[in-house]
Every structure is written in structure tokens, then in C-alpha cells.
Nanobody
Framework: QVRLVESGGGLVQAGGSLRLSCAAS????????MGWFRRAPGKEREFVSA????????VYAAAVKGRFFISRDSAMNTVSLQMNSLKPDDTAVYYC????????????WGQGTQVTVSS
């Protein structure tokens, strides 16, 4: 079965850091754009970051730029999100997703991992 599984969420104090990971299985993800999204309580899902298939290009939402960093491993089957200087507004369920060629639509989604930042 095609599966994306997030891990690494938890409870941290403001100013702390967390590293999220997303493991992909069930199909070839090596040429997929991988993205991170989040949904805060009472809000719509929003884009956080994305990385292209070879890791050479990244993009970040303005709210996280300079604090969050996305990467993927050499096997192209996992993607990580290093989150630094966390703020209470970062509290959300974080999801990873995969966008297959020719790109433009995220077809596969994980179940999400909870990140809670206390003040």
C-alpha cells in the first residue's frame, strides 16, 4: 500500500526545536516533489515547505522562512523538516505530501503528526 508516515511531533516550549520526518513506501517517490503542510486548530490547511525531487530547490512559507528547513535523504524516500525557534502559532498538525510528475497536485498524504508549542 502507498503510505506516507510522519513522525517526530511533540510538545515543546516556545523557542525550542523539533525535527519531523516523513517516510514513504509502497511506490517510487524518488522523482516526487515532497511538501509539508499544517493545520492549526480552527484554521484551514496551509502550505509550509516543499523540496523538489533531487533536493536542489526548496520553498518556504513566509511564516516559517529562516526558522524551518526542509531536506530529503540520499535514497529519496524520506523528507525531514527541521523546525527551530518555534512559536505558539506553529502549533498544528503537520502533514507530509507527495506531488508526482508532471507536478502540480499533491496526490498522497500522510496522517499527520501533532506539534504543540507552549508559551
Amino acid at each position: 500500500q502507498v503510505r506516507l508516515v510522519e513522525s517526530g511531533g511533540g510538545l515543546v516550549q516556545a523557542g525550542g526545536s523539533l525535527r519531523l520526518s516523513c517516510a514513504a513506501s509502497g511506490r517510487t517517490f524518488s522523482r516526487d516533489t515532497m511538501g509539508w503542510f499544517r493545520r492549526a486548530p480552527g484554521k484551514e490547511r496551509e502550505f509550509v515547505s516543499a523540496i523538489n525531487w533531487n533536493g536542489g530547490n526548496t520553498v518556504y512559507a513566509a511564516a516559517v522562512k529562516g526558522r524551518f528547513f526542509i531536506s530529503r535523504d540520499s535514497a529519496m524516500n524520506t523528507v525531514s523538516l527541521q523546525m527551530n525557534s518555534l512559536k505558539p502559532d506553529d502549533t498544528a498538525v503537520y502533514y507530509c505530501a507527495s506531488d508526482s510528475p508532471p507536478y502540480g497536485h499533491y496526490n498522497y498524504w500522510g496522517q499527520g503528526t501533532q506539534v504543540t508549542v507552549s508559551s
